[in-house]
Protein backbone atom coordinates (compact mmCIF):
# COMPACT_ATOMS: atom_id res chain seq x y z
CA UNK A 1 0.00 0.00 0.00
CA UNK A 2 1.62 3.49 -1.15
CA UNK A 3 -1.28 5.50 0.62
CA UNK A 4 0.23 7.64 3.23
CA UNK A 5 -1.91 6.97 6.19
CA UNK A 6 -2.10 10.17 8.77
CA UNK A 7 -3.21 9.50 12.12
CA UNK A 8 -5.38 12.55 12.91
CA UNK A 9 -6.31 11.57 16.34
CA UNK A 10 -6.96 8.84 18.56
CA UNK A 11 -9.10 9.71 21.52
CA UNK A 12 -12.08 8.32 23.79
CA UNK A 13 -11.51 6.67 26.52
CA UNK A 14 -14.61 7.53 28.62
CA UNK A 15 -15.54 5.99 31.85
CA UNK A 16 -19.12 6.00 33.38
CA UNK A 17 -20.25 5.23 36.49
CA UNK A 18 -23.34 4.42 37.62
CA UNK A 19 -26.21 7.19 38.45
CA UNK A 20 -24.91 10.70 37.98
CA UNK A 21 -22.16 9.90 35.32
CA UNK A 22 -19.01 11.56 35.98
CA UNK A 23 -16.71 11.86 32.61
CA UNK A 24 -13.15 11.26 32.06
CA UNK A 25 -11.33 11.90 28.91
CA UNK A 26 -8.24 10.38 27.78
CA UNK A 27 -7.22 13.52 25.37
CA UNK A 28 -8.29 16.75 27.33
CA UNK A 29 -8.09 18.76 30.57
CA UNK A 30 -11.86 18.46 31.10
CA UNK A 31 -13.01 17.25 34.02
CA UNK A 32 -16.27 18.45 33.18
CA UNK A 33 -19.33 16.19 34.94
CA UNK A 34 -22.65 15.27 32.39
CA UNK A 35 -25.88 14.34 34.01
CA UNK A 36 -27.71 11.79 31.99
CA UNK A 37 -30.21 13.63 30.31
CA UNK A 38 -32.38 10.88 29.88
CA UNK A 39 -32.16 11.33 33.93
CA UNK A 40 -29.63 9.09 35.32
CA UNK A 41 -30.67 5.65 35.56
CA UNK A 42 -29.59 2.89 37.55
CA UNK A 43 -30.60 0.49 35.00
CA UNK A 44 -27.77 -1.43 32.77
CA UNK A 45 -30.72 -1.19 30.19
CA UNK A 46 -30.28 1.80 27.84
CA UNK A 47 -32.67 3.30 25.42
CA UNK A 48 -30.23 5.84 23.55
CA UNK A 49 -29.44 8.84 23.18
CA UNK A 50 -26.64 8.24 25.95
CA UNK A 51 -23.34 6.50 26.03
CA UNK A 52 -23.71 3.72 28.05
CA UNK A 53 -22.58 3.32 31.35
CA UNK A 54 -18.86 2.73 30.48
CA UNK A 55 -17.25 2.97 27.60
CA UNK A 56 -15.76 -0.25 26.56
CA UNK A 57 -14.11 0.62 23.34
CA UNK A 58 -11.37 3.02 21.46
CA UNK A 59 -12.19 4.92 17.76
CA UNK A 60 -9.47 5.67 15.89
CA UNK A 61 -9.59 8.01 12.65
CA UNK A 62 -7.25 7.49 9.74
CA UNK A 63 -7.15 9.88 6.74
CA UNK A 64 -5.29 8.57 3.14
CA UNK A 65 -3.77 11.36 2.19
CA UNK A 66 -3.98 15.08 2.86
CA UNK A 67 -6.95 16.75 3.99
CA UNK A 68 -7.72 20.15 2.01
CA UNK A 69 -11.12 22.12 2.49
CA UNK A 70 -14.12 21.04 0.01
CA UNK A 71 -12.59 18.56 -1.16
CA UNK A 72 -13.88 14.88 -0.77
CA UNK A 73 -12.40 12.71 1.39
CA UNK A 74 -12.45 9.13 2.95
CA UNK A 75 -12.45 9.23 6.42
CA UNK A 76 -11.53 5.32 7.84
CA UNK A 77 -12.96 4.41 11.35
CA UNK A 78 -11.47 1.68 13.32
CA UNK A 79 -13.29 0.65 16.40
CA UNK A 80 -11.17 -1.54 18.70
CA UNK A 81 -11.69 -2.65 22.04
CA UNK A 82 -9.27 -1.61 24.76
CA UNK A 83 -6.64 -4.22 24.13
CA UNK A 84 -6.31 -3.40 20.56
CA UNK A 85 -8.89 -5.82 18.90
CA UNK A 86 -11.42 -5.14 16.62
CA UNK A 87 -15.19 -5.27 17.43
CA UNK A 88 -16.39 -7.36 15.10
CA UNK A 89 -20.33 -6.51 15.66
CA UNK A 90 -22.40 -3.68 15.85
CA UNK A 91 -26.08 -3.24 16.81
CA UNK A 92 -27.90 -0.94 14.57
CA UNK A 93 -29.43 1.95 16.39
CA UNK A 94 -31.62 4.56 14.73
CA UNK A 95 -31.66 2.68 11.48
CA UNK A 96 -27.90 3.02 11.34
CA UNK A 97 -24.88 1.16 12.78
CA UNK A 98 -22.49 4.04 12.91
CA UNK A 99 -23.88 8.19 13.21
CA UNK A 100 -21.30 10.37 12.57
CA UNK A 101 -21.51 14.23 13.54
CA UNK A 102 -18.82 16.34 11.98
CA UNK A 103 -18.69 19.53 13.85
CA UNK A 104 -16.30 23.03 13.43
CA UNK A 105 -14.72 23.05 16.79
CA UNK A 106 -16.33 26.85 16.80
CA UNK A 107 -19.82 25.07 16.15
CA UNK A 108 -20.26 26.78 12.67
CA UNK A 109 -20.70 23.83 10.72
CA UNK A 110 -22.79 20.85 11.44
CA UNK A 111 -22.41 17.60 9.33
CA UNK A 112 -24.81 14.26 10.13
CA UNK A 113 -23.43 11.28 8.28
CA UNK A 114 -23.71 7.40 8.38
CA UNK A 115 -20.56 5.79 7.93
CA UNK A 116 -20.32 2.26 5.98
CA UNK A 117 -19.45 -0.90 8.33
CA UNK A 118 -16.88 -3.01 5.99
CA UNK A 119 -16.61 -5.23 8.71
CA UNK A 120 -13.32 -5.86 11.37
CA UNK A 121 -13.95 -3.02 13.41
CA UNK A 122 -13.82 -0.57 10.35
CA UNK A 123 -16.11 1.94 9.15
CA UNK A 124 -15.41 4.39 6.24
CA UNK A 125 -17.53 7.04 4.68
CA UNK A 126 -16.89 9.73 2.30
CA UNK A 127 -17.30 13.74 3.07
CA UNK A 128 -15.40 17.07 2.47
CA UNK A 129 -14.87 20.22 4.92
CA UNK A 130 -16.75 23.15 4.31
CA UNK A 131 -13.60 25.41 5.55
CA UNK A 132 -9.81 25.26 6.79
CA UNK A 133 -9.74 24.75 10.72
CA UNK A 134 -10.17 22.13 13.34
CA UNK A 135 -13.14 19.82 14.28
CA UNK A 136 -14.56 17.28 16.30
CA UNK A 137 -16.45 14.18 14.87
CA UNK A 138 -18.41 12.28 17.40
CA UNK A 139 -18.90 8.95 16.46
CA UNK A 140 -21.80 7.04 18.14
CA UNK A 141 -22.29 3.40 17.71
CA UNK A 142 -23.56 0.09 19.90
CA UNK A 143 -21.35 -2.56 19.51
CA UNK A 144 -23.07 -5.18 19.76
CA UNK A 145 -25.02 -6.31 22.64
CA UNK A 146 -23.82 -3.63 24.40
CA UNK A 147 -24.96 0.22 25.73
CA UNK A 148 -24.12 2.89 23.16
CA UNK A 149 -20.96 4.61 23.27
CA UNK A 150 -19.57 8.25 21.74
CA UNK A 151 -16.26 8.32 20.55
CA UNK A 152 -14.72 11.59 20.15
CA UNK A 153 -12.31 12.35 16.85
CA UNK A 154 -10.26 15.19 16.24
CA UNK A 155 -9.66 16.43 12.42
CA UNK A 156 -7.43 19.00 11.39
CA UNK A 157 -8.08 20.74 8.16
CA UNK A 158 -4.91 23.14 6.68
CA UNK A 159 -5.01 27.07 6.16
CA UNK A 160 -6.27 29.72 8.02
CA UNK A 161 -9.93 29.15 9.26
CA UNK A 162 -12.93 31.83 9.04
CA UNK A 163 -13.38 34.31 11.74
CA UNK A 164 -16.19 32.44 14.56
CA UNK A 165 -19.56 34.08 13.38
CA UNK A 166 -21.37 36.27 15.88
CA UNK A 167 -23.58 33.98 18.26
CA UNK A 168 -27.35 34.59 17.11
CA UNK A 169 -30.21 33.94 19.46
CA UNK A 170 -32.92 34.29 17.31
CA UNK A 171 -35.39 31.38 17.70
CA UNK A 172 -37.08 31.76 14.57
CA UNK A 173 -35.70 31.73 11.17
CA UNK A 174 -35.77 29.71 8.09
CA UNK A 175 -33.85 27.20 6.67
CA UNK A 176 -34.81 26.26 2.94
CA UNK A 177 -38.61 25.75 3.18
CA UNK A 178 -39.52 25.49 6.15
CA UNK A 179 -39.97 28.31 9.03
CA UNK A 180 -39.10 27.07 12.26
CA UNK A 181 -39.75 28.36 15.87
CA UNK A 182 -37.65 27.13 18.94
CA UNK A 183 -39.91 27.22 22.27
CA UNK A 184 -39.01 25.50 25.77
CA UNK A 185 -40.96 24.55 28.21
CA UNK A 186 -39.55 26.95 30.47
CA UNK A 187 -38.57 30.60 30.31
CA UNK A 188 -35.13 30.22 31.61
CA UNK A 189 -32.94 27.30 30.36
CA UNK A 190 -31.32 26.27 33.84
CA UNK A 191 -28.78 23.37 34.09
CA UNK A 192 -29.60 20.06 35.25
CA UNK A 193 -32.88 20.76 34.75
CA UNK A 194 -35.63 18.64 32.52
CA UNK A 195 -36.78 20.92 29.31
CA UNK A 196 -38.96 19.83 26.70
CA UNK A 197 -37.25 21.88 23.37
CA UNK A 198 -40.41 21.97 20.56
CA UNK A 199 -40.08 22.88 17.06
CA UNK A 200 -42.66 24.50 15.61
CA UNK A 201 -42.18 23.62 11.68
CA UNK A 202 -43.94 25.59 8.94
CA UNK A 203 -44.62 26.14 5.50
CA UNK A 204 -42.33 28.62 4.27
CA UNK A 205 -44.19 30.33 1.54
CA UNK A 206 -47.98 29.61 3.08
CA UNK A 207 -46.74 29.96 6.84
CA UNK A 208 -49.27 26.83 7.12
CA UNK A 209 -47.87 24.32 9.60
CA UNK A 210 -46.44 21.53 6.94
CA UNK A 211 -48.12 18.28 6.67
CA UNK A 212 -45.58 16.41 5.12
CA UNK A 213 -43.33 15.18 7.78
CA UNK A 214 -42.44 12.09 7.76
CA UNK A 215 -40.07 9.88 9.86
CA UNK A 216 -36.41 10.13 10.16
CA UNK A 217 -34.18 7.93 11.19
CA UNK A 218 -36.98 5.94 12.70
CA UNK A 219 -37.90 8.69 14.73
CA UNK A 220 -40.12 11.81 14.11
CA UNK A 221 -37.19 14.03 14.45
CA UNK A 222 -33.13 14.44 15.25
CA UNK A 223 -31.46 16.63 17.54
CA UNK A 224 -27.96 17.05 18.20
CA UNK A 225 -26.66 19.27 21.15
CA UNK A 226 -23.34 20.78 21.21
CA UNK A 227 -21.76 23.13 24.38
CA UNK A 228 -19.80 25.80 22.84
CA UNK A 229 -16.53 25.28 24.70
CA UNK A 230 -12.60 25.83 23.86
CA UNK A 231 -12.25 22.35 23.54
CA UNK A 232 -14.80 19.95 22.45
CA UNK A 233 -15.39 17.34 24.87
CA UNK A 234 -17.76 13.59 24.56
CA UNK A 235 -19.72 15.67 27.93
CA UNK A 236 -20.25 18.95 25.51
CA UNK A 237 -22.74 16.47 23.21
CA UNK A 238 -26.43 15.58 23.94
CA UNK A 239 -28.37 13.82 21.51
CA UNK A 240 -32.00 13.66 22.20
CA UNK A 241 -34.76 12.08 20.95
CA UNK A 242 -37.86 12.99 20.18
CA UNK A 243 -40.81 12.60 21.86
CA UNK A 244 -44.16 10.66 20.09
CA UNK A 245 -47.32 11.99 19.91
CA UNK A 246 -46.93 15.31 19.43
CA UNK A 247 -48.95 17.23 16.41
CA UNK A 248 -48.03 16.75 13.39
CA UNK A 249 -45.97 19.93 12.07
CA UNK A 250 -44.33 20.08 15.85
CA UNK A 251 -41.52 17.86 17.11
CA UNK A 252 -40.65 17.81 20.81
CA UNK A 253 -37.28 16.56 22.32
CA UNK A 254 -36.62 15.78 25.90
CA UNK A 255 -33.58 16.28 27.06
CA UNK A 256 -31.53 18.88 29.77
CA UNK A 257 -28.12 20.67 29.82
CA UNK A 258 -25.39 19.64 31.89
CA UNK A 259 -23.87 22.76 32.83
CA UNK A 260 -24.62 26.66 32.54
CA UNK A 261 -23.06 28.64 29.17
CA UNK A 262 -23.94 28.51 25.49
CA UNK A 263 -25.16 25.49 23.05
CA UNK A 264 -25.73 25.04 19.70
CA UNK A 265 -28.93 22.86 18.70
CA UNK A 266 -29.61 21.27 15.15
CA UNK A 267 -32.76 19.67 14.67
CA UNK A 268 -33.20 17.45 11.62
CA UNK A 269 -36.74 16.71 10.40
CA UNK A 270 -37.77 14.64 6.94
CA UNK A 271 -40.20 16.70 4.59
CA UNK A 272 -41.41 14.42 2.12
CA UNK A 273 -37.56 12.92 1.63
CA UNK A 274 -35.66 15.91 2.22
CA UNK A 275 -34.00 16.60 5.30
CA UNK A 276 -34.24 20.30 6.89
CA UNK A 277 -31.59 20.63 9.43
CA UNK A 278 -32.97 23.82 11.91
CA UNK A 279 -30.07 25.65 13.57
CA UNK A 280 -30.50 27.48 17.03
CA UNK A 281 -28.44 29.00 20.02
CA UNK A 282 -29.76 29.01 23.25
CA UNK A 283 -28.32 30.10 26.60
CA UNK A 284 -28.27 28.17 30.18
CA UNK A 285 -27.84 29.38 33.29
CU1 LIG B 1 -27.37 9.40 12.27
Known amino acids: MKLLFTALAITSTIFWTQ ?9 DNSTSKHHDSAGASNSHEHHGGHSGLESTTIAKLTVPG ?9 LVIDVQDKNGQAIANFDKFQEQLMHLIIVGDN ?30 LFSDYKPGGKAEEVSLLKAQVPGEAPNTPKIDFS ?31 QDAATKEPIKDLQ ?15 SQLTRADYIHAHAVK ?7 H ?9 NYKLWGQFNRNGKVVTAEFWVTVQ
Do not use: W
Request: proline share 8%; glycine share 8%; hydrophobic share 30%.
Open 19 to 27: GCASVVQST
Open 66 to 74: KLAAQTPVS
Open 107 to 136: LDTFNHIHPTYKGNGRFEVQTSFPHPGNYT
Open 171 to 201: TTNTFGNTLVNLQFSQPTLTAGKEVNVMFNL
Open 215 to 229: PYLGEKGHLVIIKRT
Open 245 to 251: DTPASKV
Open 253 to 261: FLTSFPQPG
